[in-house]
């Protein structure tokens, strides 16, 4: 926080916590009406897929946004839609998730997800804690969205978008009659 306060010329400890500690995280909370508008979205996108992917493509330039920006409204836009997009995708995942694996095997997928979910995290807070001191703040965030974008385009070409419903054991009857859910 202090590098990325001096950049941004917030020398003063109590305007660093306040514009890059406090207003930050409220970002994150700003940003929820539009992660939900993400996550409703899956219900009627005809491809959850590439719901994922693009919401993941904007997060990773969001990512470079960040590692960019050279003012504070800058910053703050940049980590909004991040924010957005990142908790955004989740609900997204959980949808196609649901359709993937059969009902038996949800939890097991699920808390899969959410443990990579923590590894992702842990993993590119020790990159920008090891990076950082001597690469400057800002590469992590470059780095980080060059990542995303190369997975958002990976998903896009790579994953099937699974029949909305198919694993619902209620619906297959239906499904069996020619009708979609």
């Known amino acids: 926080l202090t590098e990325a306060a001096h950049d941004f ?83 997204v995942v959980f949808s196609l998730l649901s359709d993937w694996f059969h009902e038996t095997e949800r939890n097991a997928a699920s808390s899969f997800f959410t443990a990579m979910m923590g590894g992702g995290i842990i993993a590119g807070q020790v990159y920008a804690g090891c990076a950082g001191p001597t690469q400057g703040w800002r590469l992590s965030f470059y780095n980080s969205g060059i990542v995303t974008i190369v997975f958002a385009v990976l998903t896009m070409i790579t994953v099937r978008d699974p029949i909305r419903g198919g694993k619902e054991r209620v619906l297959r009857e239906l499904m069996a009659m020619g009708k979609t859910y």
């Open 9 to 91: 010329g917030y020398d003063d400890e109590r305007d660093r916590d306040l514009y890059l500690g406090s207003n930050l995280a409220l970002v994150s909370v700003v940003c929820l009406p539009l992660s939900a508008g993400i996550g409703v979205a899956s219900d009627f996108v005809s491809s959850r897929k590439t719901l994922v992917s693009i919401t993941a493509l904007v997060g990773g330039l969001a990512a470079i946004g960040t590692s960019v920006s050279v003012t504070y409204p800058q910053l703050l836009l940049s980590r909004f839609i991040g924010g957005a997009c990142m908790s955004g995708s989740v609900p």
